[in-house]
């Protein structure tokens, strides 16, 4: 299993792969230093030009309803929820 770390490295990576940068994407401080198994994502802030681009982008993405369902299952799962 990967680190936090890690999975908000890729995170910033693929996201910057589409043209968005969250500024203040990071490891949440409290869930990260407790026993907490999985620390949260802080996505963090950003302005509002940002915020419409990651919409934009997200818009843009072709979704297939078998990537519709994978992701209902994950959320049912417990895998998409802190």
């Known amino acids: 299993m990967r680190s ?3 999975i908000v490295e890729s995170l910033r990576d693929a996201l910057g792969g589409v043209g968005v940068v969250l500024p ?3 490891v949440d401080p409290v ?3 407790s026993d907490e198994p999985f620390a949260l994502v802080d996505l963090g802030r950003c302005n509002v030009r940002t915020a419409e681009h990651l919409a934009d ?3 843009s993405l ?3 309803a078998e990537l519709r369902a994978r992701v209902r299952q ?3 799962d417990g895998r998409g929820r802190p």
């Open 62 to 64: 072709p979704v297939s």
């Open 24 to 26: 203040s994407l990071g």
């Open 57 to 59: 982008v997200l818009r």
């Open 31 to 33: 869930t990260g230093a």
């Open 74 to 76: 994950l959320n049912r």
């Open 4 to 6: 936090t770390e890690e």
